[in-house]
Every structure is written in C-alpha cells, then in structure tokens.
Antibody, heavy 117, light 111 residues
Framework: EVQLVESGGGLVQPGGSLRLSCAAS????????MGWVRQDPGKGLQWVAN????????YYVDSVKGRFTISRDNAKNSLYLQMSSLRAEDTAMYYC??????????WGRGTTVTVSS | QSALTQPPSASGSPGQSVTISCTGT?????????VSWYQQHPGKAPKLMLY???KRPSGVPDRFSGSKSGNTASLTVSGLQAEDEADYYC???????????FGTGTKVTVL
C-alpha cells in the first residue's frame, strides 16, 4: 500500500523553527517528485514546495522562500521540510505529497503546525 | 502567484449535473494542459479526481469530466450522488520558480 506519514508538527512561537518529516512506503521513493502542500484551518490549499527525485532541484512558493527548505533522504525513504522564521500565517495543516507527472497522486494525512505566542 | 478563481459554492439535486469553473491566466491555466482537480471531504486529505485537464485516475467514476477553454478550466460532475458533496480544488502548473497554484475551492452541495 502506498503511504505517506507526516510527523513533526506542533506549537511554535513566532520566529521559531520546526522540522517536518514524511515517511514514504509502498512505492519507489527515489524516482518520484515530492512536495508539501498546506491548508489553513477551514480554508484552501496552497502549494508550498517541491523537490526532484535526486534532490538537486527545489522550488518554493514566494511566501516561504528563504525561510523553508525542502530536502530528502532517498536511503531512508524520507522527505523533510525545515521551517524557520515562522509566522502566524504559516499556521496550517501540512500535507506531504507525491507528484505523478503534474498532479498530486498521493497525499499524507497531514501534520498540524500552529505558530502562536 | 495568485490563487486560481473558483466559485465559493455550487449545488444540484441528486442525478443532476454541476459544473465548477477555475479561472487563471495565460501563465498558468491558459498556458499549460496541466490542470488537475481534487475532492476533499471534511477532515480528510484531498483526492485526485482529474489530471491533465480531463484524464481520470483509476477508480474515479466517469461521472467526473473536465475541459478547458482559454484561461478557464471546468470540472463537471454528472449524475450527482450524495457522496459527491465535498470541497473541490483545481490546480495548475505555472512554470517559473513557483511551480504550482491551487484554486480557491468550491463547496458542492447535493440538495
């Protein structure tokens, strides 16, 4: 069964840092584009970041550039999102995603990040 | 990168059809045939319903169809069923440094 399981969410103060992890199973992780999508509570979806199969190319939505870093460890079938200088507007459910061509084929269940003092 | 524009809500009776629009620009929807649609039930992760404008993944009923004209893509749900009541989001490839943009979302209600 194809599965993505996120972890690492929680409550963090503004300006703080957090590292999200995503454990992948059931598919050949090292050949897939991966990414993160977030959803504000009760609101819409926002694409956050993508990374290519070997980790050499990364892309970010403008609002997180310079603050977030997406990375992967193909040996561990794991995806990461290092988030720093967190703001209240980063509060959201963060989904780990697998891309198939240009569509999100698989979604994790999400991990909640709350930025508040 | 601005979100793609969708109507906030749409509705129809069981058996009827509902169509949801997704309007972008020539830099996203109009520039590429890489529009996908997602269904999200409350408290659940989204599910891919259509990709590359009109292609259905395995397991998605053929009641779901898609099209595109200019800068606007559309999702049509025919023969509405109670389980189709959900939020629907479009997504488009946008190129450049910020690759993808989602729509604002549409809540579909089955009356």
């Amino acid at each position: 069964e194809v599965q993505l399981v996120e972890s690492g969410g929680g409550l963090v103060q503004p300006g703080g840092s957090l590292r999200l992890s995503c454990a992948a199973s059931g598919f050949t992780f090292s050949t897939c584009w991966m990414g993160w999508v977030r959803q504000d509570p009760g609101k819409g979806l926002q694409w956050v970041a993508n990374i290519n199969p070997d980790g050499s190319q990364t892309y970010y939505v403008d609002s997180v550039k310079g603050r977030f870093t997406i990375s992967r460890d193909n040996a561990k079938n794991s995806l990461y999102l290092q988030m720093s200088s967190l703001r209240a507007e980063d509060t959201a459910m963060y989904y780990c995603i697998q891309w198939l061509n240009t569509a999100v084929d698989v979604w994790g269940r999400g991990t909640t990040v709350t930025v508040s003092s | 990168q601005s979100a793609l524009t969708q109507p906030p809500s749409a509705s129809g009776s069981p058996g009827q059809s509902v169509t949801i629009s997704c309007t972008g620009t020539s830099s996203d929807v109009g520039g590429y045939n890489h529009v996908s649609w997602y269904q999200q039930h409350p408290g659940k992760a989204p599910k891919l319903m259509l990709y590359e404008v009109s292609k259905r993944p395995s397991g998605v009923p053929d009641r779901f169809s898609g099209s595109k004209s200019g800068n606007t893509a559309s999702l049509t749900v025919s023969g509405l069923q109670a389980e189709d009541e959900a939020d629907y989001y479009c997504n488009s490839y946008a190129g450049g440094g910020s690759l993808y943009v989602f729509g604002t979302g549409t809540k579909v209600t089955v009356l």
